[in-house]
């Protein structure tokens, strides 16, 4: 994969254009960081505060590619056979009443066919192996277990994966692999070696503004501007959940669906519901507005 991205795609710049196609704005930082990522064909780590487009570049980057997005999400307690592969029970108890109905007594042959690639489930990981090609998105790895994450980084580390009743399964060309962490906790040093970094913030201002209109057109530049400096003001503001950038696109569409065309304070009151998820925050975020 990484050798034909690398022979498609010349430079970061013009992958940072294939992206705004598909509507993804990104600056100079990340387009390079992901640009190296498919020429060196590493895994990419980012990092950075839930909202401000880890997710949505992988998403965005499998439509570029044309090649299908994979998705492992990470939760505390995810284990290697959730994330690789696991048998399909159910078929092979139908499959032993099978060949009992039809009289089959060689247990040696029945027991090689139990465990045949046909009964085999492929989980995230393995899918992705056996895609070509392929984008794997390893989403919130922060939330996994470090067992979980030695785990990771060995199938990071050679792409392959051994079924022990069907032999070691190689990827024919590895997949392209974003992984993404919201820093709830630091994630071990080994696997960040594995991969390229970048840190993503919060856009700026001016980015942010072409983010709203470029997803939502029928914001005039007037309520783009409005939604994102009021945004700016309530990440400033000490929050247990600072809204990203899908919580401004939310903010902006409710406000498109009643009809305002401006950010005035009684209206932000009336919808801090679709930027802000706690009751806390929304009683600061009100205070920060001037709204209520």
């Given at each position: 994969m990484a050798?034909?991205?690398?022979?498609?795609?010349?430079?970061?710049?013009?992958?940072?254009?294939?992206?705004?196609?598909?509507?993804?704005?990104?600056?100079?930082?990340?387009?390079?960081?992901?640009?190296?990522?498919?020429?060196?064909?590493?895994?990419?780590?980012?990092?950075?505060?839930?909202?401000?487009?880890?997710?949505?570049l992988a998403k965005t980057l499998a439509r570029v590619l044309r090649a299908p997005l994979i998705r492992l999400q990470c939760y505390e307690g995810l284990d290697a056979s959730q994330a690789l592969y696991d048998w399909d029970f159910p078929r092979q108890i139908l499959h032993l009443r099978a060949a009992e109905a039809a009289g089959t007594a060689d247990a040696a042959s029945l027991e090689g066919e139990l465990y045949d690639r046909r009964?085999?489930?492929?989980?995230?990981?393995?899918?992705?192996?056996?895609?070509?090609?392929?984008?794997?998105?390893?989403?919130?790895?922060?939330?996994?277990?470090?067992?979980?994450?030695?785990?990771?980084?060995?199938?990071?580390?050679?792409?392959?994966?051994?079924?022990?009743?069907?032999?070691?399964?190689?990827?024919?060309?590895?997949?392209?692999?974003?992984v993404t962490s919201n820093r709830t906790r630091e994630v071990h040093d080994a696997l960040k070696r594995r991969c390229l970094y970048h840190w993503l913030e919060h856009p700026s201002f001016e980015r942010e503004v072409a983010i709203i209109r470029r997803r939502l057109?029928?914001?005039?530049?007037?309520?783009?501007?409005?939604?994102?400096?009021?945004?700016?003001?309530?990440?400033?503001g000490g929050?247990?959940?600072?809204?990203?950038?899908?919580?401004?696109?939310?903010w902006t569409e409710a406000l498109l669906?009643?009809?305002a065309r401006e950010l005035d304070p009684d209206t932000a009151a009336a919808t801090l519901g679709a930027v802000l998820k706690y009751r806390e925050d929304q009683e600061r975020g009100g205070a920060l507005l001037g709204a209520g």
């Open positions: 050798d034909t991205v690398g022979g498609a795609v010349a430079s970061p710049a013009e992958l940072a254009g294939l992206l705004d196609r598909h509507d993804y704005l990104c600056g100079d930082g990340l387009a390079t960081a992901c640009f190296l990522a498919l020429r060196m064909g590493r895994p990419l780590f980012l990092e950075g505060e839930a909202g401000v487009g880890k997710t949505e009964f085999l489930l492929a989980r995230p990981l393995l899918r992705a192996l056996e895609t070509s090609p392929s984008v794997l998105l390893v989403d919130e790895l922060d939330r996994a277990d470090d067992e979980f994450e030695a785990f990771l980084l060995e199938i990071l580390s050679d792409f392959t994966i051994t079924v022990p009743e069907l032999g070691t399964i190689r990827a024919e060309r590895p997949p392209v692999v974003i057109p029928d914001a005039t530049a007037h309520l783009a501007g409005q939604v994102a400096d009021a945004a700016r003001r309530l990440r400033g929050l247990l959940k600072p809204p990203g950038v899908a919580e401004t696109l939310d669906a009643l009809g």
